[in-house]
């Protein structure tokens, strides 16, 4: 499935950043989903989760700008094992938000903006929030940017639809940053879908599903 959905898609480049992008195959409806990688990810990692996403939407995956250590990419470089800030994500989200006119020509003023997120590209999904008026936000096995949750006061996140996966017994990113983010969103005013399940680090069979109901519309 993920070689097929390769296949519909080109690597562009807009001002030094990469992105691998798949054109709506229907009339485009006005929406497009980022596909944010996790730690040593790439353009092309993260096409497992557009399976079963609209045919009628742009899909982008860009490639994070940082090179990583242990290799591939990265959104932001941990310092003496010390996260990144959420000021770090923001100026990677604003970052994309700028490239998209390179990404696709047509890009129109309207757009409805989608993000999903796995690892530290959950981290980018959630600061995705503050950086642009998104529709559909879907952070997977991630964790919340130190300093997000200050940048949240007073901000009505009614608006949003969120789904936050993540397995009980993941031994890279723990469970409890998954549960404090949907009281946090709630708090917000987001409307939050949670699925929990056991299976390490990765999204599960029963949490993919929920995540494709989720984002079919």
């Not at 993260?46 to 742009?58: E, G, H, Q, S, T």
């Not at 990583?68 to 000021?87: F, L």
């Not at 940053?177 to 009281?183: I, K, L, N």
Request: aromatic share 8%; proline share 7%.
């Amino acid at each position: 499935m993920q070689n097929n959905l390769l296949e519909e898609t080109q690597v562009i480049i807009s001002k030094g950043w990469s992105a691998r992008i798949r054109p709506p195959t229907q009339p485009w409806n006005r929406r497009l989903i980022f596909l944010l990688h996790g730690w040593t990810g790439d353009e092309n990692i993260m096409w497992i989760f557009a399976r079963k996403l609209p045919v009628n939407c742009y899909i982008i995956a860009p490639r994070g700008p940082l090179l990583c250590p242990d290799g591939g990419y990265a959104w932001a470089i941990p310092e003496k094992d010390k996260r990144p800030d959420i000021d770090t994500y923001l100026e990677h989200c604003h970052g994309l938000l700028e490239r998209l006119v390179g990404w696709i020509p047509e890009i129109v003023p309207d757009i409805r903006l989608d993000a999903i997120g796995f690892s530290q590209g959950a981290a980018m999904a959630y600061s995705m929030c503050l950086a642009a008026k998104l529709g559909k936000v879907a952070p997977l096995a991630g964790y919340i940017p130190p300093g997000l949750e200050e940048k949240l006061v007073g901000l009505d996140l009614s608006n949003l639809k969120c789904f936050i996966a993540h397995n009980s017994d993941d031994n890279l990113v723990p469970i409890e940053e998954s549960r404090r983010a949907v009281d946090l969103l709630s708090s917000r005013g987001a409307a939050v879908q949670y699925c929990e399940n056991k299976g390490g680090h990765k999204v599960s069979t029963a949490c993919f599903n929920a995540l494709d109901a989720f984002l079919s519309d």
